[in-house]
């Protein structure tokens, strides 16, 4: 059976002057000559994303859209109407969104972190903002300090909304963010705490020895390509440490003194320094 809003690896059944017929399960469908590559053949397989056409027929692409059924994704509004918002999604019919399935009444040219999924009723690809019911309530694949993908949902008065690997809601703290976020950015992040009501906790940086470990190893590496100087403290601003190094103060503190401990560095009055720098 054809996976709607998926890639499908399908055989070209025939061809005809405005494409190929591809075969499946639910019948022949069509891929436009524009999407046919140019050495393709009968009895070839093509992978292709399967989508409705304006005429809610099924029909092929190899376009990659910028999401699936299945996916979340920040995507750009196209148009809107009576109906709901249109947004661009990589093909060339835009992906619906109803009206009753935004939050907020979408804005053309504004983009929204949506949920694609395949709408039982009319078995139509559509998207929604409201994408909760989507995602997994009891916590059963994460456990505390996992590297994870984050995508940024939204604003809080606590910080920031994440949709983390596709499945949860998380919850990412201003105050450990030292740098600009934009809704439907996708970064990686850390698990930080699971709740005991299931509400996940994430961060930026690992936590524990990694991210003392991971910290150390950017500062070194900075060092040695400043010629073994860098003019930085612990009586540095917060946001001098980021805007150099990616990292929070409290975090370059604990790695400046692991590396002190071990030698690697010197405290100097203006900053630190390699130890093998001031030997040479």
Known sequence: MVAIGDYNEL????????GVYLDSEDGEILLPTKYVPDDARVGDLLRVFIYRDSEDRMIATTLEPKAKVGDFAAL????TNQYGAFLDWGLEKDLFVPFNNQRDKMQAGRSYVVY????DSSDRIVGTAKYEKFLKKE????TEGQEVNLIIAGYTDLGFKVIINNQYLGMLYKNEVFRELSIGEQ?????????EDQKIDVTLQRTGFGEVKDAAQIILDKLRATNGQLPLSDHSHPDEIY???GMSK????KAIGTLYRQGQI???????ALSSQLEE
């Open 11 to 18: 055989e070209i059944a025939k061809e005809v002057d405005f």
């Open 266 to 272: 010197v405290l100097q009055e203006q900053g630190i």
């Open 243 to 245: 805007q150099t190094l």
């Open 187 to 195: 970064t990686k992040g850390y698990v930080k705490k699971i709740r």
């Open 250 to 253: 409290k975090t370059f503190k």
């Open 139 to 142: 916590v059963d694949n994460l």
């Open 76 to 79: 750009r509004v196209k148009d």
């Open 116 to 119: 694609v999924y395949l709408d």
